[in-house]
């Protein structure tokens, strides 16, 4: 039994807006957890077999899907249409969670917030890997003050393009996409949001953007970036790199404090704390990142939206992201 929003839902139905990898993955998780869900897609692809056994329909007009009464609807088009859908999703009744990040810029990202408060439905943003067990584990170590004060976060995530997007043209995907919101900044926002997720508000001091793979892209394929975050008064000092050009693909964070450190490997699904005189594994699971889809879809379909971004925090990540191609002189 799936309990929403003060209801029982054995079956929601979904209208899902775009249906590329990620819009996939949803469907996937939602079926998995719902099998008798009732999804329509608006999408100009044709049905796939790998749905074919679920309630699944394909539109080309968003009015069909609404006329569906859906009790909730995903946006997974690029992030430069996210907005274009918002409003009308919004009037019908129905609630949003938006595909990461929220918009690819500022305007659009302060649009859904007034929309989002104007008709006070529930919109949330889908950052999966606070879904993540392994960061959960890491934050409430931090936050019971395993390490004592933290004093700097170094944060870096990379993958080579070409390998994340095998055999695609890389100039015909979102990631290569200046208008589609791409580029390591936002389609790698994720690290962003933990990092606001765990610490508050940043405040972006320095930075360096560049193509350096990839000189075909119109985006940035390489960043380097400090921030500092506030915690009871001191300063944390942070370094975050991202990239979509290393071969040893890479996801970790460590956070340094006065008395020991942490460790969050999240390809390996690890997270180790450092003291002086021993080391203890708090969480190891290789499986967890793979896991934070379905993670964050059991929440949803709860009804439980504790651990989500809200529509605040998105607009928090891009407007720190527009600070950081500021600092950088990047064209915006």
Sequence with gaps: MITMRGSEIKSPTVAIIGFGAIAHKHVSSIFKLAPLSKVGVLTSQHELKEFSSFQISYHINIQTILNMKPDFAVIATDAGRHAEHVEVLLKSGVDILIEKPIAACLDDAEHINALARMYGQTVKVAYNLRFSNA?????????????????????????NLETWRPGRDLMSTASATRAKGGGVLRELSHELDYLQHMFGSSLPCAAMLGTQRFNILNVEDSAMILLRYKEDGYDIMVSLNLDFT??????????????GSLRWDALGGRVVLFRPDYEEILYDNVDDLSLTNINMWSAWLAGNMDCFASVDEGLEVITSIEKIESLAGAET
């Design 135 to 159: 960061l959960q584990f890491l934050k409430k170590a931090v936050e019971s003050m395993s390490i004592g004060r933290v004093l700097s976060v170094h944060s870096t995530v990379g993958q």
């Design 246 to 259: 290393r071969h040893d693909k890479l996801r970790q964070c460590h956070i340094i404090g006065d008395k």
